[in-house]
Structures are given as C-alpha cells and as structure tokens.
C-alpha cells in the first residue's frame, strides 16, 4: 500500500506553488457559479487519489466516490429531467427542531446568501430558483458523489467528512473550486441508477467542481463562523 510519506502523492497540475494549509482552509468557500472551463480527467483522479489520503477510524476507509466529467457529465444533464424531481432523503438532512445556536447559524447562512444575490425575503420564485440551481451543479463541469455500504454507522460516516474536507482543500490548492451538496440526497434514486452503484451503497453527497466564475456575486459570500467562545472552552 501506498504510504504518505513516499512523496507518490500527484503533482498538481500547473500549480508550482504549493499554498500553506491555513491559507487553503481560508480560501476555501462555497462556490455557487462555475465557468464552462472543463477539468481534465487527470486533475480529478490525482484529487480523488490524494484525498483519500485522509483519516479514518480503524483505517476503514468508507467513502466510496463516482466521479463525472466532460460526456458523462453531458449524460447526467439529460438524463436528470427523466427521473423524478425529487425522492424522499434517506437520512434527516437536519434533525427537526434544530435547536440554538445551530437554528440561527443555518438561518444566518440562508439570508446572507440570498441577501448576496440581492433576491428579498419574499421573493419565494427567486429563493427557489436559486435552489434549483443545485440541480445543474452550478454550471460546473464536473462533479463527484460520495456514498456509503449502508453497513456503516456514525463513526464512519464521520470519516466521509474528513475526505471530503481533505478533498476540497487539496482542489483549492489546484486552483479549482468546489461546493459539497447534500441537495443529492433528494435525488437519490436519478444519482444511484446513473453512476449504478450497488444497493448496498447509499449516497451522502456529491461535490461540484470547476472553476470559480469570479464575476459572479454568489462567490463572493464569505459565511461567518462562531468565535472559539462560541463551540469550544478549556476545560
Ligand atoms: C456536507 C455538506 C453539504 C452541503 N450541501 C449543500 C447544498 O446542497 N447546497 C448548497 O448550496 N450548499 C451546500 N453546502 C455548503 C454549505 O452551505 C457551506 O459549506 C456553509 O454555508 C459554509 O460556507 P462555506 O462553505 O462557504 O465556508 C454543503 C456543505 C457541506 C459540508
């Protein structure tokens, strides 16, 4: 096996300079707008490699990963309006009831993005067509889906969140942005049947990638984050 310290991880690709962790963790956002630029399938296995780079209990390794790109991409576009618009989640996106402080984050987060893109509180059409924007991947020109063997339980669907980080801060350092979306857990049964995973696998997410539109007002969102005082104290 393939250890990390044998410097076989990919090169990037045009990308001489190598950022610094705290500067991709920085960089890192949400990206809601790509451009048409495609990326190569080569970029996205060294990503999808080199990501799997990161920890999981037991050295499990759970996440499973289809990737789409350039005609499979063009195939997915056409085939999504022949299935059904929209399936039952087969976990709870959030739990009911959210309680404080995490209701008001998620709120915070929902007016600012839409106060961004300057659709008001009433505009329910424009709220949900900003929506419906996950369906087409923002536009971008690849994407990735992270599932799971249904088998696992909380520890390793916590490991999907360590790849996933893993996964975006190495394609900041690619030059590319990405947006995690569990919007694809509402569309299952379409994302499942089109990558044909087995039935023992479960879709947490998928990942749009490309290239940030930096004209665009969307991707200029910078979310906030609580203070340390907020989540964490010394005991
Ligand atoms: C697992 C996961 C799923 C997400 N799903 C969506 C989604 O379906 N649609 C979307 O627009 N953003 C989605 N997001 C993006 C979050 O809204 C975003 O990460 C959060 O608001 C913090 O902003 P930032 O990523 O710009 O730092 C998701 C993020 C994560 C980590």
Redesign the pocket.
């Known amino acids: 096996m393939r250890t990390r310290h044998d410097h076989s991880f990919t090169e990037p690709i045009g990308f001489d300079v190598r950022m610094n962790v705290i500067d991709a963790v920085g960089t890192?956002?949400?990206?809601?707008q790509f451009t048409a630029e495609p990326v190569s399938d080569e970029l996205l296995r060294g990503l999808v490699q080199d990501a799997g780079g990161a920890p999981s209990g037991g050295n499990v390794q759970p996440w499973r990963i289809y990737v789409v790109n350039g005609a499979s991409m063009a195939r997915l576009r056409e085939f999504l309006p022949t299935q059904a618009p929209m399936d039952a989640p087969e976990y709870d996106?959030y739990p009911a009831g959210l309680v404080e402080p995490y209701r008001t984050n998620?709120f915070t987060?929902g007016e600012q993005?839409y106060a961004t893109l300057g659709i008001p509180r009433d505009d329910k059409a424009g709220r949900s067509q900003?929506?419906a924007?996950?369906n087409n991947f923002?536009d971008a020109p690849a994407a990735i889906f992270c599932f799971i063997d249904r088998q696992m339980g909380l520890p390793q669907w916590s490991d999907?969140?360590m790849y996933?980080?893993t996964f975006?801060l190495l394609a900041v350092e690619r030059g590319l942005g990405t947006?995690?979306?569990?919007?694809?857990?509402i569309r299952h049964a379409a994302i499942s049947t089109f990558v044909d995973a087995p039935a023992n696998e479960m879709i947490?997410?998928?990942v749009s990638i490309g290239h940030p539109d930096p004209t665009a007002a969307i991707n200029t969102?910078?979310?906030e984050?609580m203070p340390f005082d907020g989540f964490a104290r010394f005991v």
Do not use: D, P, V
């Open positions: 890192r956002i949400s990206i809601r996106i998620r987060i993005m900003q929506f924007h996950n923002f999907l969140g996933l980080q975006m947006c995690a979306q569990e919007y694809w857990s947490f997410c998928g969102l910078k979310s984050r």
